[in-house]
């Protein structure tokens, strides 16, 4: 008997590889994993490289199962987006754990699993969407100009899988339609034509998303939305629906607190775990409590990092309320990415500022050596600074908070706007209650 869900996260547990707990997967990991004899079991799986990237690193591919049904399986085709490389390696090791199971030995009977853990070796080593060429492995089906993109198109030909999962990750600013909560995991069963038509196949990857949803429907229970299903025949999953092949691609997305993207990753071992089940005894056609067509859209840009709702402004002209939007960038810098009516944005942290009234603050001179630890930074911020002029060099930082230089981008330039980073503090009844520092929020007790 297949297990229930409690006993699989337990089995999960042992076989998720701890050491992939961390923000990027890189070729190294898998290389390691997959050279190590006890990861693959050679007696029970086989390990071949099936071509190599633009720089010559190798993609590999792990067979599992000696069934008539094959079933396809890619990660990482955009290096950037390492969740379910770690999700496919923890299944890898699953197996090896649990082959003496007689429930998987059934299931193993009837399928045979193709798994590359990493199509783009070069994108992931240098943490790149793209291949080495520059170019996008996810619109290259039709022109093949990626040696990536050729290995996958010959993986179609030879192995003509039954069904093939398309792995990736998804921005954290999706949001779920109607909701202004973060989509844990996107699927799409994409189109093979441009009139969008489902065949008997796409049916099928559509079926088996609402079968694996259905089973995990308490875990997965508005968290999971779909994409627009526009077809694009430079994707390698519509190619895949044009050939026949029902196709499924799951995004990985994120959640609160999770920025490693942990609770994607062990979803996607659920959600593929209980696919590789139906597809094996062929299940799938008979779910009936879940449909694909009532899932959710996937929203974009639905979410920021912070939001501050309802700030008051008094300005010479008018006073007025405003929510505000901050999205951290790269290299940690954070500007404000929305202003104005934002009842449609959801984000990850908000500042309810409906009592709070914005005062730009002011600059406080360092002239004499400063211990600036977090109790000082507060004092300061209490008595109205949040910049700092004259001798930066004298204070001694103590704290991770950013300290704000002048001159620098971030003097007020008589008053805030998009695309520049936040810097101000926030008043109740003339007392500073809360400060942004470069987009930090700080929120004084
Ligand atoms: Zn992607």
């Not at 492995?137 to 179609?156: C, H, M, W, Y």
């Not at 069904?163 to 994409?190: C, G, W």
């Not at 309320?321 to 951290?328: E, R």
């Amino acid at each position: 008997m297949f297990p229930e869900n409690n006993v699989l996260e337990q089995l999960y547990s042992s076989a998720r590889i701890a050491q992939l707990d961390k923000p990027h997967v890189f070729p190294q990991d898998v290389l390691e994993h997959l050279a190590d004899p006890f990861f693959v079991d050679t007696d029970f799986m086989s390990k071949q490289v099936v071509g190599h990237s633009y720089l010559g690193q190798p993609i590999q591919m792990v067979t599992v199962g000696k069934g008539n049904i094959a079933i396809l399986f890619w990660s990482q085709m955009h290096g950037d987006e390492p969740t379910a490389t770690a999700a496919l390696l923890d299944l890898i090791q699953f197996f090896q754990q649990n082959k003496i199971r007689p429930w998987l030995n059934e299931i193993l009977d009837k399928v045979t699993l193709h798994i590359v853990p990493m199509l783009n070796p070069d994108g992931a080593q240098q943490q790149t969407r793209e291949n080495a060429q520059g170019i996008d492995i996810n619109r290259d089906a039709a022109a093949l100009q990626t040696p990536e993109g050729k290995v996958l198109k010959s993986l179609f030909d030879n192995i003509k899988p039954l069904f093939a999962f398309n792995l990736h990750d998804q921005s954290k600013y999706y949001r779920i339609e109607d909701t202004l909560k973060p989509v844990e995991m996107a699927f799409l069963a994409p189109a093979g034509d441009a009139q969008e038509s489902i065949p008997e196949h796409r049916c099928n990857a559509m079926k088996l998303i609402a079968a694996m949803l259905s089973d995990m429907s308490d875990e997965l229970f508005a968290k999971v939305a779909k994409y627009q299903d526009s077809y694009s025949p430079r994707a390698f999953g519509d190619l895949a629906c044009s050939q026949g092949i029902a196709c499924v691609l799951i995004e990985s997305g994120a959640t609160f607190n999770d920025s490693n993207r942990q609770n994607a990753r062990r979803l996607n071992f659920l959600c593929l775990l209980h696919s590789i089940h139906h597809i094996a005894e062929q299940s799938y056609n008979k779910v009936l409590d879940f449909d694909y067509n009532s899932l959710p859209f996937n929203i974009e840009n639905g979410l920021s990092d912070l939001i501050i709702r309802g700030l008051n402004v008094d300005t010479v002209n008018a006073s007025f309320s405003v929510d505000v939007a901050i999205k951290q960038q790269h290299q940690k810098l954070a500007l404000i990415s929305e202003l104005g009516d934002l009842q449609q944005l959801g984000a990850y942290e908000v500042l309810n500022a409906h009592n709070f009234s914005y005062a730009p603050g002011n600059t406080f001179e360092v002239n004499q050596p400063i211990d600036l630890n977090k109790d000082k930074y507060i004092s300061l911020l209490r008595n109205g600074f949040c910049r700092f002029s004259g001798d930066i060099s004298l204070i001694n930082q103590l704290t991770d908070w950013p300290i704000i230089k002048v001159p620098g981008e971030s003097e007020p330039a008589g008053f805030w706007r998009k695309n520049m980073p936040p810097t101000w503090l926030m008043l109740f009844n003339d007392q500073v209650k809360a400060a942004l520092l470069e987009g930090k929020l700080i929120v004084l007790e």
